[in-house]
């Protein structure tokens, strides 16, 4: 991180302190299947002990932003932090029921399944346009990370000048290359976690109480 | 009948003289008719992130089930002392190239080379 950031960001910070909203609420954004809610849920379980919404192999099990009030994270140096964690339905610019029937569902609900995600992903975008003052950017570290909704989305939370941690998720699964996630965003922090087995969270938990602090 | 895809291939002169809702507009009609659209610069983020709203608000089962969308990654620019200093970090857009997900898949994408294939409908 070069002088000039880190200036901005502490004066950032001091402004921030006088002028305080009531609540910092960080958006966890991601394509589909990322694992937004398994870190949502592991987050929101860790610091409160309760979940915040179900998880599927299915894509876009979250078709709502699902907000949890007042969650505080803190370390061993007695730093904190409390955030409002929001769980958002997976970004994309496609979506067909036949995917979802390629997973065993009827038309019906199929369909019914594509109307409630198209729906998220506007509620999403929305959400990131005026609700949200920090981001999680989720990435599967088994995908490729240049797929052009990253580029966008990444695009799009950097005009905002909102702080973003990237998280290289499922690193427990043998494909994983966060190194490749480092490569593609080498201007934002990059975390490399298991959402699922819990390895490695306390290094993001850090890295929130820093940057979302 | 001779079966083939429209392609536009629209200049930075003519999107420069759009709006950003006649752009997208301009955008979803061409793709929702088929046609496969490349811009010559590409959408600001704000931009982008309309196009997904509105993107969204037009799928519909069995019909128009989204856009394919891809542009090269943005060139690394300092941007100068002022403009860091000032947030100023967009990077300039660059040649995109827009189609339906059911007719335009991407086969290859690097640095310097965008490769898709095109289906009729």
Do not use: C
């Not at chain 1, 409160?48 to 994270?73: K, M, W, Y």
């Not at chain 1, 702080?163 to 922090?189: E, G, T, Y």
């Not at chain 2, 709203?53 to 941007?79: H, Q």
């Amino acid at each position: 991180m070069d002088i000039l950031t880190q200036a901005k960001r502490r004066f950032s910070r001091f402004f921030r302190f006088f002028f305080k909203k009531k609540r910092t609420r960080i958006g966890i954004y991601g394509p589909p299947n990322a694992g937004k809610t398994t870190l949502a849920n592991r987050i929101v379980r860790d610091w409160t002990g309760d979940a915040l919404g179900p998880v599927s192999e299915i894509p876009h099990e979250t078709r709502r932003a699902r907000r949890r009030e007042n969650v505080t994270i803190s370390n061993s140096n007695g730093d904190s932090i409390v955030i409002d964690i929001v769980d958002t339905p997976g970004v994309t610019t496609k979506i067909d029921y036949h995917e979802f029937t390629e997973y065993g569902l009827d038309k019906e609900d199929a369909v019914k399944r594509a109307r409630e995600a198209t729906e998220g992903v506007a509620e999403a975008m929305h959400w990131l346009r005026e609700d949200i003052d920090g981001v999680i950017y989720m990435l599967d570290a088994t995908l490729d990370p240049f797929a052009q909704v990253n580029i966008m989305m990444v695009g799009i939370i950097e005009s905002r000048d909102l702080p973003v941690v990237i998280v290289a998720n499922k690193i427990d699964l043998p494909d994983a290359s966060p190194a490749r996630i480092k490569s593609a965003f080498p201007q934002h922090p990059v975390i490399s976690i298991s959402g699922l087995e819990g390895t490695n969270v306390d290094e993001l938990y850090e890295k929130m109480i820093e940057f979302f602090g | 009948m001779i079966q083939g895809v429209q392609l536009d291939l629209i200049s930075e002169e003519r999107l420069e003289s759009l709006t950003s809702m006649e752009k997208i507009r301009m955008i979803l009609d061409e793709v929702m008719a088929g046609n496969i659209v490349v811009l010559e610069k590409g959408l600001s983020p704000e931009e982008s992130s309309k196009l997904i709203e509105m993107t969204m608000m037009e799928i519909n089962p069995d019909g128009f089930s989204g856009i394919e969308m891809e542009t090269y990654p943005a060139r690394s620019r300092s941007g100068g002392f002022l403009a860091r200093l000032l947030g100023r970090r967009e990077s300039p857009s660059r040649l995109t190239v827009i189609g339906p997900a059911n007719q335009l898949k991407m086969l290859r994408k690097e640095r310097d080379l965008i490769s898709a294939w095109v289906s009729s409908r």
